[in-house]
């Protein structure tokens, strides 16, 4: 038995174990040798292991403002779902762009801080919150890569999901025992925000208990979201269906594999910054990571980068950081070899790549230009 340090101690080794590799519903398992046949079933169990709420009418957006800012057209949108309160989302799109452009669900990112989403990922003026200044410094280089991809032909559309910004739990309506009773008096302030996310961090247990009482999974929940999100988007006059992707960092990237794994109307992929193992989350970095990960019973039919290689033989490239905090590099080199052995046997290798930057976690200016231009090679061509 290992006696290297992970998180169940002595019992780390035999909970590796319980999962098969490849596990029963890997398209690397040899019985496997028709992609659609596969795909069917694998998808239906994975969908069914996500536990979502139930179906809905596409939701009607509205519009509350429209301006152009940096030679984009910018759209501010709402939307009612079925429960909590009301989706805000921005659109992008060049502002003299005409007909019907490829498509981007921008998916913004977890980083600790819920009381922001859309806004993470966006500039819609020059007038831009301080947190948000240093989050895309910190993350992204300094650009607002959502309007960047949209300044590039396309079509891009950023909601708040669930628990964040527009979607967050509001003070006011818990207990006041379980909100230290702390309560909402000017919500922009910074240190306010500091003090709101702190508390969000520590409610997270909370909601993913009071998700399972529901029959629900919090996975299930976003990406239910973000199919919506999908619907709002492909139903514009001025967005082709046929050429939409999704692209995301960490939190986002999450999304984007848990999202193209759910929904074939996803043509082309880029999570950055969010690719591992299920070995790696449950022996070495589950304490790193939100409760947005986890898929009861899942690990047994699919491993984690399986999940979007259910979108084979549709492009996905996978952007990784090589000191990334959030996962070690070895099981994120094992995930890589584990999609190129579903995209190899798909007959589609050409269609799947990883590429390693130096760094922390992070999506950067270098890592958004090999992004855009993966879009552009398979959305625009």
């Known amino acids: 038995m290992s006696t290297k340090p992970n998180m169940l101690g ?19 398992n040899a019985h496997y040798t028709h992609l659609d046949a596969w795909r069917t079933e694998a998808r239906a169990r994975y969908i069914a292991n996500l536990l979502q709420p139930p179906p809905a009418p596409p939701p009607q957006p509205r519009l509350l403002r429209r301006a152009d800012h940096d030679g984009l057209h910018i759209e501010h949108l709402e ?13 992008l799109k060049p502002a003299t762009a005409r007909g019907k452009l490829p498509a981007i669900l921008g998916l913004h990112d977890h980083g600790g801080n819920k009381y922001f989403g859309a ?5 819609t003026s020059d007038s831009i919150h301080p947190d948000m200044v240093y ?8 650009a607002a890569w959502a309007n960047e991809i949209a300044k590039r032909g396309y079509a891009v559309l950023v909601h708040d999901t669930f628990m964040f910004a527009s979607r967050r739990v509001h003070l006011a309506d818990l207990p006041g025992n379980i909100r230290n009773n702390m309560v909402e008096s000017n919500p922009e302030d910074p240190a306010e925000i500091k003090r709101f996310n702190s508390f969000a961090a520590g409610h997270e247990n909370l909601v993913a208990k009071s998700l399972f009482c529901a029959g629900l999974t919090w996975p299930g929940v976003f990406v239910w979201e973000d199919q919506r999100a999908l619907d ?5 006059d001025d967005v082709d269906p046929a050429r939409a992707g999704c692209c995301g960092l960490s939190g ?9 794994g ?10 950055a910054g969010m690719m591992t193992t299920w070995r790696d989350y449950l022996l070495n970095k589950c304490h790193t990571h939100t409760w947005m990960c986890y898929i009861p019973s899942l690990p047994r039919d699919l491993d984690y980068p399986e999940i979007i290689g259910l979108n084979a033989p549709k492009p996905v490239l996978v952007l990784n950081n090589n000191e990334d905090q959030l996962f070690t590099l070895p099981e994120m080199k094992r995930a890589d070899e584990i999609l190129k052995a579903v995209y190899a046997k798909a007959g589609a290798a050409d269609r799947y790549r990883a590429s390693f930057y130096p760094g922390l976690h992070k999506f950067d200016l270098d890592m958004q230009k090999e992004a855009w231009s993966w879009f552009d090679r398979w959305l625009k061509a």
């Open 135 to 142: 989050h895309q410094d910190h993350y992204y280089g300094g």
């Open 79 to 91: 939307w009612q779902l079925p429960y909590g309160p009301p989706t805000r989302a921005i659109f």
């Open 252 to 260: 986002g990237g999450l999304r984007t594999i848990f999202l193209t």
């Open 262 to 271: 759910a929904d074939a109307r996803i043509q082309c992929a880029v999570p």
């Open 232 to 236: 709002v988007l492909l139903s514009r």
């Open 119 to 123: 806004r993470k990922i966006t500039r």
């Open 10 to 28: 002595a019992y780390g080794d035999w909970a590796a174990r319980s999962a098969s590799d490849p596990p029963r519903l890997s398209f690397r």
